[in-house]
């Protein structure tokens, strides 16, 4: 089995590439530590599966996801977060991921994970499979920062991080002005007035790092 571990984190690449290796004994790795490494590893080389940190430097484990899906629709990824599952699972499996972890949980749950993705199935853990029960039995009104499209959702997060307008263009290659409508369109369908109250929403939901 080929594993490509993405991270911008050594000793946490390291950690995952322990317990995977204790487990699958021929296991080949490959490490990645951050996106643009991520993505020319899995345009140039062969894997059975990807494990991908949704948040590293530059573009974002969602974008990867993303550019994966679309080069290599059959490869298999699972991704790893720090963020609380119900922010980010849904939105992730929607677009391709095969299965979602929190950092706290993939000691326990990792190798299981691995296996069930990498056999065509698709990976999430108890608590996930509640909520998302709850979400299919359960009308419940939408949070606001799910009203958004996965690139307004991105630009909340940059404009949450105290990235500025320009910072944020010159990350996503847009020009200034199309953040600056990309702004006024999340302002409005979150019901907001000023990046504060963005901001503050999202450290409230435990959106941003």
């Known amino acids: 089995m080929r594993i490509l571990i993405t991270d911008d984190h050594a ?3 390291q950690g995952l590439r322990l317990i995977l290796a204790d487990h699958f004994k021929k296991a080949v790795f490959g490490e990645a530590r951050n996106a643009t490494e991520a993505l020319a590893r899995v ?3 062969k894997w059975d599966v990807v494990v991908l940190d949704i948040t590293m430097p530059g573009r974002s484990g969602l974008e990867v996801l993303k550019e994966i899906k679309r080069s290599r629709p059959k490869l298999p ?21 095969a299965g979602y972890l929190t950092k706290e949980s993939a000691g326990e749950e990792l190798v299981g994970a691995i296996k069930k993705v990498v056999g065509g199935g698709r990976y999430i853990s108890p608590s996930l499979a509640e909520r998302m029960a709850a979400y299919l039995t359960i009308d419940v009104q939408k949070a606001p920062h799910e009203r958004l499209s996965d690139r307004e959702f991105l630009i909340l997060r940059m404009f949450a991080s105290g990235k500025q307008v320009s910072q944020i263009a010159g990350e996503l290659s847009l020009s200034v002005s199309t953040v600056s409508t990309y702004r006024a369109r999340i302002l409005e369908k979150m019901d907001m007035k000023n990046n504060a109250q963005l901001t503050h929403y999202a450290l409230q939901k435990e959106l941003v790092d």
């Not at 990824?77 to 991921?97: C, I, N, T, W, Y």
């Open 43 to 45: 345009w140039k080389e």
């Open 11 to 13: 000793v946490v690449r």
């Open 77 to 97: 990824v699972l991704v790893l977060s720090m963020h609380p599952e119900d922010q980010f699972a849904v939105r992730l499996l929607k677009a391709g991921a």
